[in-house]
T-cell receptor, first 112, second 115 residues
Framework: QKEVEQDPGPLSVPEGAIVSLNCTYSNSAFQYFMWYRQYSRKGPELLMYTYSSGNKEDGRFTAQVDKSSKYISLFIRDSQPSDSATYLC????????????FGSGTRLSIRP | GAVVSQHPSWVICKSGTSVKIECRSLDFQATTMFWYRQFPKQSLMLMATSNEGSKATYEQGVEKDKFLINHASLTLSTLTVTSAHPEDSSFYICRARDRGSTEAFFGQGTRLTVV
């Protein structure tokens, strides 16, 4: 069993839709949860970072962490074609700057 | 924001040759450098972690004699793929941890193709 599971997609939605991306994990010791966006042939960029359980909102993006279920989500509201990318969840035991384990990534396409 | 410059962005080499990839932190000191490999449509897999001035710690299954990592200064780390073979073709990305903060930043990645 992988430490972090993520549906690879691809996921295609119309512009303006709400997108829900999810990951599950097996190690209950993970404390830091991150979402990265990666465009083709580029390095990942950090979108959201959450410590422990709860919600965090930043503009059109909302990250949710449910440690009891070992489940994290990223919601994108009012999706735009420019949001088309691969989204990777990532987790760490100690901090967002230490060793992190990535999910396999979900390829998202927003149709104009 | 902090910048990690990774070079080259892409390289094609012949089988059996060695390739060096550089990562430089341009405006901060990188105490720790993480090196990842990403195969097409797959996630980033951590290869090794290096601290400035120390030997790198390799993840299970990664050959330390094949993937040589040097982190001799706080602003430069290199990954050398020795005796490259077609199966080493991949996207290699570095991630540098800022000494002065709790953040880490990715380089732009290097696409290696071995023919």
């Amino acid at each position: 069993q992988k430490e972090v599971e993520q549906d690879p997609g691809p996921l295609s939605v119309p512009e303006g839709a709400i997108v829900s991306l999810n990951c599950t994990y097996s190690n209950s010791a993970f404390q830091y949860f991150m979402w990265y966006r990666q465009y083709s042939r580029k390095g990942p960029e950090l979108l959201m970072y959450t410590y422990s359980s709860g919600n965090k909102e930043d503009g059109r993006f909302t990250a949710q962490v449910d440690k009891s279920s070992k489940y994290i989500s990223l919601f994108i509201r009012d999706s735009q074609p420019s949001d088309s990318a691969t989204y990777l969840c990532a987790m760490s035991l100690y901090s967002s700057a230490s060793k992190i384990i990535f999910g396999s990534g979900t390829r998202l396409s927003i149709r104009p | 924001g902090a910048v990690v410059s990774q070079h080259p962005s892409w390289v094609i080499c012949k089988s059996g040759t060695s390739v060096k990839i550089e990562c430089r932190s341009l405006d901060f000191q990188a105490t720790t450098m993480f090196w990842y490999r990403q195969f097409p449509k797959q996630s980033l897999m951590l290869m090794a972690t290096s601290n400035e001035g120390s030997k790198a710690t390799y993840e299970q299954g990664v050959e330390k004699d094949k993937f040589l990592i040097n982190h001799a200064s706080l602003t430069l780390s290199t990954l050398t793929v020795t005796s490259a073979h077609p199966e080493d073709s991949s996207f290699y990305i570095c991630r540098a941890r800022d000494r002065g903060s709790t953040e880490a930043f990715f380089g732009q990645g290097t696409r290696l193709t071995v023919v």
